[in-house]
């Protein structure tokens, strides 16, 4: 504040101060919690000036679950299908013979 705010804040208070001590004990009383509610809310104003703003903010962190290790299924070795040139001829199977025949014969 400067100096010359200072000085008629004090000037104020003689003056009141001075009129407090020609009043009667309830007049002195009002007088003091006018004063008091107004040193308050400068207080108050006061704190607010010189209180940086600052923000508070909440993360809230998560863990993860813990994974269960699974074995994974075993694969099945499927033959790669054979190209021309890496294919065998196929032998022809004998025909059967006639069974019936054979029964009867024995």
């Given at each position: 504040?400067n ?9 104020a208070?003689n ?6 001590d ?14 008091l ?6 207080v108050?104003l ?9 923000k508070?903010k909440?993360?809230k962190?998560y863990?993860?679950?813990e994974?269960v ?5 075993e694969?099945?070795q499927?033959a790669e299908p054979?190209t021309?040139?890496q294919?065998?001829?196929l ?5 059967l ?5 054979d029964l009867e014969?024995m």
């Open positions: 504040m100096n010359e705010v200072l000085k008629d804040v004090q000037q208070l003056t009141i101060r001075a009129l407090a020609k009043a009667d004990a309830e007049t002195k009383m009002a007088a003091l919690q006018l004063i509610g107004t040193s308050q809310s400068v108050a006061a704190k607010k000036l010189t209180t940086p703003n600052t508070t909440v993360i962190a863990l993860p679950k994974k290790a699974q074995k994974e299924p694969q099945q499927i054979a021309l040139s294919q065998q001829p032998k022809p199977i004998p025909s013979s006639n069974q019936r025949n014969n």
